[in-house]
Nanobody, 122 residues
Framework: DVQLVESGGGSVQAGGSLRLSCAASGYTYSSYCLGWVRQAPGQEREGVAAIYTGGGYTYYADSVKGRFTLSQDMTKTTVKLQMSDLKPEDTATYYC????????????????WGQGTQVTVS
């Protein structure tokens, strides 16, 4: 089974930075898409960033472009989301998610999910 284990998150003041990590295991494909999806209370899930492990191609939602950076390690099984210039509207539970094939930003197409980690910006 595919397992996604998140770490990082926490509370920070506006303008601050946080880093989230996601370690993936159990994937049978050599290349797949790892993404971060967030959900604020009362709102739908929103894809914020994704990376295709095969070539390292990254994708970002307009709301985080220029502030968030997604990268993968040499093993291509761990991704890190560096979040800078955080805003109160970034407050949400952030989920690591995975899918086979090409990356998409829509949360609907991810088949595997981590447990989520809270990010609070005040």
């Amino acid at each position: 089974d595919v397992q996604l284990v998140e770490s990082g998150g926490g509370s920070v003041q506006a303008g601050g930075s946080l880093r989230l990590s996601c370690a993936a295991s159990g994937y049978t494909y050599s290349s797949y898409c790892l993404g971060w999806v967030r959900q604020a209370p009362g709102q739908e899930r929103e894809g914020v960033a994704a990376i295709y492990t095969g070539g390292g191609y990254t994708y970002y939602a307009d709301s985080v472009k220029g502030r968030f950076t997604l990268s993968q390690d040499m093993t291509k099984t761990t991704v890190k989301l560096q979040m800078s210039d955080l805003k109160p509207e970034d407050t949400a539970t952030y989920y690591c998610a995975a899918k086979s094939g090409a990356c998409v930003m829509s949360a609907t197409f991810y088949g595997f999910w981590g447990q989520g980690t809270q990010v609070t910006v005040s």
